[in-house]
C-alpha cells in the first residue's frame, strides 16, 4: 500500500526520473568526457588568480620566447614558456578560459533570449506574424556572419564588451528556428488548448505551458552557440578585430603566434589546442544533454 502511494506521489515521480537522467548521464561516455573536460577549464577560468604562476600581463624582453618545458632550451620558471612580449605563457593560457567563457556565454545569452522570443512569438501566433518573423530569420541566414562581425567592429572599435555584443546579435537565428518549429507542436497539443479555453493569459500560458517544454531544446541549441560565439571569437581576434591586446584571448594568442610558427609553433599550438578541447567539451556535453533527456535515452 505504502509503495503504491509512493509511486503516485509527485516529488517521488520527479526523484525518480532524476535518478533514471543520473544513470544515463553516468552511462554517456560523450557527455561524460565533455563534463569532466568542460569542467576543468571551468575550475581553471574560475580559480585564474589562484593557478596562474605569473601575471599575465608583466612583459619581461629579456625572457622573450622561451620555450616549453619539454624542450631542451625550456625553464620550469616558464612551464609553458613565453611569448614574444616576454610574458609568461602558461599565465595567459589560464587567463584566456575567462576570456573564452565569457565571450561565449554572454553572446549565447543575449542570442538565446533574442531568437527564442522571436521563435515564441511566430510559433505561437501564427499568420502574418510568423511571416514577418521567418522573413527576418531568412534575412539573417543570408547574411554571413563572420563578414558583417568585421565589418561593425572595424566601424565601432574592438573591445571585450563590443564583440560580445555583436556576436549576441548576430547568432539569434538557429534559436528562432527551434524554437518556432517546437512552439508550433506544443501548441498543437491539447493542453494549449485546454489552457486557452480556461481563460489563461498569454503570459501564463507562454510561461507555465511552452517555455517548460522548450528548456530541453533551448539548452541544447545553447550548447552549439556558446561554442560557436567563441569560434568566431577566435576567428576575429585572429584578424585582428577581436578582443583588442593585451586582454590574453586564444584566438589574440594564436594571432599573435603565427609570425613564430615556422621557428615556434608551440605559440599557435597551445593555445589552438585549447580551443579545440574547449569547443569539442561543449559540443559533447550539449550532445549529452540532448540524448539523456531524450525520452528513449539515446547513446
Known sequence: MAAETGSGDPLARELSRGRVLWLRGLGHQGFLMGA????????????????????PFEQNLSAR???PVWDDR????????????????????????????LIGIGAAFISGIIGTLMGVAAGYFGGRVDMVISFIITARLATPVILVALAIVAMIGASLEIVIAVLGLLLWDRYALVMRATTQQICANDYITAAKAQGCSLAR????????????????VATLEVANAIILEAALSFLGLGVPPPLPSWGLMVSEGKSYILFDPWL???P????????????????????????EGRN
Open 65 to 67: 620566447l622561451i620555450p
Open 205 to 220: 500560458i507562454v510561461v507555465s505551458e511552452i517555455l517548460p517544454n522548450l528548456a530541453n531544446n533551448l539548452i541544447v
Open 36 to 55: 569532466v573536460v568542460l569542467g576543468v577549464i571551468v575550475m581553471m577560468a574560475v580559480f585564474a588568480p589562484l593557478l596562474a604562476p605569473m601575471d
Open 268 to 270: 599557435i599550438t597551445i
Open 272 to 295: 589552438g589546442v585549447m580551443l579545440f578541447l574547449l569547443v569539442l567539451a561543449i559540443n559533447l556535453v550539449g550532445d549529452g544533454i540532448r540524448d539523456v533527456t531524450s525520452p
Open 74 to 101: 625550456g625553464s620550469w620558471a616558464h612551464p609553458l614558456g613565453t611569448d614574444h612580449l616576454g610574458r609568461d605563457y602558461l599565465s595567459r593560457l589560464i587567463y584566456g578560459a575567462q576570456i573564452s567563457l
